[in-house]
């Protein structure tokens, strides 16, 4: 009998094990109270990085810190909430290498075109404490672009509030002799303000104090003037609760690197500089334009035992000064076309190519090309034909009477 039972008992535990493992996984458990989380709410953005978008775009494909160049980025709200930003709180952070001549880390406030064209001048000044740290508010909703400007114009008399002038030390004129063309990094910061709750809703206009149209252009109107009273109510309540601190503002940064070049008329200023080096060198050799110039100011030598000869006129001596202060200017405009030809043709098929790195390159290239720009000038002359086709600079071939003359074909004559 027992071992029947033991038979019988151990099916049974066997079950009830297995039916005691699998029970857990079974139960469906009620769920917490509240509203279940959906995707969209998940996905929504809402953490610090997820505020704004920004990509930074150059005014040209080369920036140059002499002049006047112009950066641009496109703001966009990917948050689930709308944004408020300001463009004293929107800045561009320029780096000391390409912030010349100042050469100290610099910042320009924002440019709205839309919000704030009449307050451009006080944008020029980044003054938390101030005022105008709060003007010109821009709500960008959910979803929405915006492009920023900034203008980063070098102080002048009539800029004099440019951010270049915000450096302690003033600028020299030698302080862009040490910069070298190359990547720089462009960095775009700013505070944002998110309005993380639903935006209040206005009351629309009663229908007493409208006149009476159609119901369709009724609802339309009655629809943009309500969107209209949202609209500037939030953005008041959000002006009024961000100046306060009640809401905190949220950072966004983005850094994009731009190619900062030299300018062509600061590669041709340090060409015509080192070309008019060269000629000097040249020049104060012995036998040269100055042992030249100096024979004439100061007259010939004569030798012992002849009569002197009679002074040169004060005009013939100007005329050699005028010679030589001619010869140097020559060489300059010499060494600044050649060096300034040869760095556009590096873009072609030319088969010379010169690249202009930074300001000392210029000045090496243009001391070159005070010795080679003769032959290069030639070399570009005759790419439009032999030097044969061309009379130009060639001596007239004339007819001397004098010279035996050459005895032509005879010509026989046969008589009948």
Request: hydrophobic residues 40%.
């Amino acid at each position: 009998m027992k071992p029947r039972l033991l038979l019988f008992a151990i099916p049974v535990f066997w079950v009830s094990t297995l039916l005691a493992q699998v029970r857990p996984s079974t139960v469906v458990r009620k769920s917490a109270e509240g509203p279940v989380p959906t995707v969209a709410s998940l996905s929504a953005p809402t953490t610090l990085s997820e505020l704004i978008k920004v990509t930074i775009y150059p005014s040209r494909n080369e920036v140059v810190p002499t002049g006047s160049y112009g950066v641009y980025a496109d703001l966009e709200n990917i948050s689930a909430f709308p944004v408020m930003i300001f463009p004293n709180q929107t800045t561009l952070v320029v780096l000391p290498e390409a912030s010349q001549p100042s050469a100290c880390v610099n910042w320009e406030p924002a440019i709205f075109p839309t919000e704030s064209p009449a307050s451009a001048e006080k944008q020029k000044v980044v003054d938390p404490a101030g005022k105008n740290h709060w003007d010109n508010p821009l709500l960008i909703e959910r979803g929405e672009h915006y492009l920023a400007f900034w203008d980063l114009e070098p102080a002048s008399k009539k800029n004099p509030r440019s951010y270049s002038s915000r450096c302690e030390l003033p600028p020299r004129w030698y302080s862009s002799l040490g910069f070298v063309p190359g990547d720089y990094a462009f960095t775009v910061e700013g505070n944002a303000y998110a309005l993380q709750a639903p935006p209040p809703t206005a009351t629309p206009p009663s229908a007493a104090s409208t006149p009476e149209v159609t119901p369709a252009a009724a609802a339309t109107k009655t629809e943009a003037a309500a969107s209209s009273l949202a609209h500037d109510s939030l953005v008041s309540d959000l002006l009024s609760r961000a100046t306060a601190g009640a809401i905190p503002a949220h950072r966004f940064s983005e850094t994009k690197t731009l190619h900062v070049g030299l300018s062509q008329l600061t590669t041709l200023f340090a060409a015509m500089i080192g070309a008019f080096i060269a000629y000097w060198v040249v020049a104060l050799k012995p036998g040269q334009d100055w042992d030249a110039f100096i024979l004439v100011f100061e007259g010939p030598v004569t030798p012992p035992g002849e009569k002197p000869a009679p002074p040169l006129p004060a005009s013939k001596k100007w005329l050699a000064g005028l010679s030589l202060v001619r010869n140097a200017f020559l060489a300059a405009v010499l060494g600044g076309v050649v060096t300034i030809v040869a760095s556009r043709l590096s873009d072609t098929h030319f088969p010379v190519k010169v690249s202009v790195n930074d300001w000392w390159g210029a000045l090496t290239i243009g001391f070159v090309a005070y010795f080679v720009g003769n032959k290069f000038i030639n070399t570009l002359s005759t790419l439009g034909g032999s030097d044969s086709d061309s009379s130009l600079g060639k001596t007239a071939t004339t007819s001397d009477p004098n010279a035996p003359k050459k005895d032509g074909p005879k010509v026989i004559a046969a008589n009948e």
